[in-house]
């Protein structure tokens, strides 16, 4: 897992707001704000920042001070252990579309406030957030914060990045919209009709990879969920080579494959390189299928059959089939044609 480093990029809002729940419970903030060393006078300065280290400290003190892991986002507080709780009941669950829809239908016996909802359409699983009362100063913060609850221990359970696709937000962007960026790793879009993340529902089937002996271990510290990132994607070469079957005209470069997947070249060669496979690999791989299928299966033209797997030129496609095959296109589909009955007629050349 990755830290987000000792940069304060944590929105001094996301304090005040603790600050307003010790006043909601009649208590001093001043403990957890020392122990977090957060100089008082910062909460009046906007513009100002904290490090995630920082966010743990506080998140942690104020819990434990308040006994309410909620934080008083909720009409009533959620006792410490209560998240713990949620982990439990779905860590036994046989994959994680099982796992997150217990921790949905658990959320809701504990917190009546709001509701967690999961459900996919087509490739795409989205978790969203119903409200059933004003959250009032506190919605932002409260929204955010179980939004990255879940996708921490998301993560977690199946000891794999889950990256997000999207996330909305059903207030106006706030002045501090740049943590956004860091906490979710998506686009983000305001204004909405409610909090939601999307994200690629073949992560639901992964089987757990965590256990009581795990879940002991990370609920002494499971505050740093909330704000850390995996760096391990066990789906990524899966994603990667999606995206290049589906979108062969738009992968030609590194930079144009990450904009698909809502990352950054650098980020996915060092993601690719960690599951220790190679982006020229796959690319060779997903282009080689396609353009064998082709020769052997359609009466397409070498240049049509190049620019289908993906090649920007005839002349770099023959290069690079001669190095995969020991042949040139033409003579692999002759020597296909007599091994094989006759190729269907599909897109077949006007005369």
Not at 139 to 152: A, D, I, M, T
Request: aromatic share 6%.
């Amino acid at each position: 897992m990755r830290h987000e480093g000792s940069a304060a990029v944590t929105p001094i809002a996301f304090v005040n707001a603790i600050v307003s729940a010790y006043a909601k419970h009649g208590k001093d903030p001043a403990n957890a704000l020392e122990l977090a060393q957060i100089a008082p006078d910062l909460l009046a300065d906007t513009a100002a920042c904290i490090t995630a280290a920082q966010m743990e400290r506080i998140s942690g003190a104020a819990m434990e001070e308040l006994d309410d892991e909620a934080l008083g986002w909720f009409s009533r507080r959620l006792p410490w252990g209560s998240y713990g709780m949620l982990a439990r009941a779905s860590i036994s669950a046989p994959n994680l579309g099982v796992a997150l829809q217990r921790w949905c239908r658990h959320h809701g016996l504990i917190a009546d406030d709001i509701t967690l909802t999961l459900h996919t359409s087509g490739s795409t699983a989205t978790l969203a957030i119903t409200e059933h009362r004003d959250l009032q100063t506190l919605r932002e913060f409260c929204l955010v914060s179980v939004l990255r609850n879940f996708l921490g221990v998301a993560c977690w359970l199946v000891d794999s990045r889950i990256p997000l696709t999207g996330a909305r937000f059903p207030f106006a962007a706030p002045a501090h919209h740049g943590a956004y960026s860091v906490l979710f790793s998506a686009p983000a879009q305001y204004s909405q009709a409610q909090a939601a993340i999307d994200f690629d529902a073949i992560y639901l089937a992964l089987p757990l990879r965590r256990d009581e002996t795990a879940l002991r271990q990370m609920l002494k510290r499971a505050l740093p969920l909330t704000v850390l990132q995996y760096r391990r994607d066990r789906l990524l070469v899966q994603r990667v080579r999606q995206a290049l079957t589906a979108h062969p005209a738009d992968t030609h470069s590194a930079d144009d494959l990450a904009a698909l997947l809502n990352m950054s070249a650098r980020t996915l060669h060092r993601q690719l390189k960690d599951e220790g496979a190679s982006l020229q690999a796959l690319k060779d791989e997903v282009r080689q299928a396609r353009a064998i299928d082709l020769l052997l299966r359609t009466n397409r033209p070498i240049k049509q059959v190049a620019e289908a797997a993906g090649f920007q030129n005839e002349k770099s496609f023959m290069r690079a089939f001669r190095g995969w095959t020991g042949q040139s296109p033409a003579e692999f589909r002759r020597e296909g044609f007599i091994n094989s009955s006759p190729v269907a007629p599909e897109n077949l050349p006007s005369d």
